[in-house]
């Protein structure tokens, strides 16, 4: 609500205040004589109340709730971390049509301080009804976002090259470095070898031991699948692939492997440039130490055309 006086342009209130007595003597003062309100009734939830247990139950993980103007709930990550986003049941609540939930995009890295979700009801109230039903699908099958902090990840780091290894190691260290620290973290091993199935599996073998968060293997090479000396070292080292392929460009040629818990990352052409690539897109969450699948690698599609 702005100042009706001639010339004078300023506002007096904000959407969703609450009037009191000292709000209607400074309408008067400012030339209003009539003011339209909105009168809650028992079946009705104020929107800052619904907003905010909404966020609540929305969100878990090192996040918290601010509240801000219009009934809106802010969440910010408390430190750095990889937002979660359950897509499939964002959608479902965005649908309810009683509130919209805005978030950063899944699997992304947040910094502490960032805003990574807003929640917004309809206007001034909610209706009970539809507010117990939005919250019972949260508490049953939520929380739609998660931010799981990075902290201090160990990165283990392997060069290779057809005929060097110290080819490998200087062509790519440089931009590996730039592109951790993106992330607020370095290589804590590193390694070169010649591209050579077994003098590929025993520098994996030695650089699993102490259990780094990850391991990346920079290869000057491009596979054509699991069944390349990269691919060939992994599974000789008792590695699982999980996939191979991502639709994300650049970095289609992505291989994903697990030795035990530790991710093991082969991107072909991903390391000669600081450019956005595929190992941006899922580095938040493998050094959040989350175990990507398949099915979720699927999902980069939408986007992963990155300019």
Do not use: W
């Not at 801000?68 to 971390?81: P, Q, S």
């Not at 991903?270 to 050094?287: E, G, H, Q, T, Y």
Request: glycine residues 8%; contains cysteine; negative net charge.
């Amino acid at each position: 609500m702005y100042s009706d006086l001639p010339g004078v342009r300023k506002k007096l209130l904000a959407k969703g205040h609450q009037i009191n007595e000292e709000d209607i003597r400074l309408l008067g003062l400012e030339g209003h004589s009539r003011v339209s309100v909105a009168m809650l009734d028992e079946n009705e939830i104020p929107e800052d109340q619904a907003s905010s247990l909404i966020a609540a139950e929305a969100a878990c993980g090192t996040m918290e709730i601010r509240l801000a103007a219009g009934g809106r709930a802010n969440l910010f990550a408390t430190e750095n971390c990889s937002l979660l986003v359950d897509e499939d049941l964002l959608k479902r609540i965005n649908c309810s049509g009683n509130v919209t939930i805005a978030t950063a995009p899944n699997f992304c890295c947040a910094q502490a301080g960032q805003r990574v979700a807003t929640v917004k009801t309809t206007p001034f109230a909610v209706e009970r009804q539809n507010f117990e039903t939005t919250l019972s699908l949260l508490k049953e099958q939520g929380p739609i976002l998660q931010g799981r902090p990075i902290g201090s990840p160990t990165v283990a780091v392997l060069y290779t090259d057809l005929r060097s290894g110290a080819r490998g190691r200087q062509l790519f260290e440089g931009i590996m470095k730039t592109r951790l620290e993106r992330f607020g973290t370095t290589a804590s091993y590193a390694l070169s070898c010649i591209e050579e199935e077994e003098t590929v599996g025993r520098a994996l073998e030695h650089l699993l031991r102490p259990k780094p968060t990850i391991l990346l293997v920079a290869s000057t090479t491009a596979p054509a699948g699991p069944s390349d000396v990269v691919g060939q070292a992994m599974e000789r080292v008792g590695c699982r692939i999980e996939n191979f392929l991502a639709p994300v460009e650049p970095g289609n040629l992505l291989l994903l492997a697990y030795a035990g818990e530790v991710p093991v990352v082969s991107a072909p052409g991903c390391f000669r440039s600081p450019k956005a690539n595929v190992v941006d897109l899922i580095l938040p969450p493998l050094l959040a130490r989350y175990s990507l699948s398949a099915g979720e690698i699927s999902t980069l599609g939408h986007g992963g055309l990155l300019q």
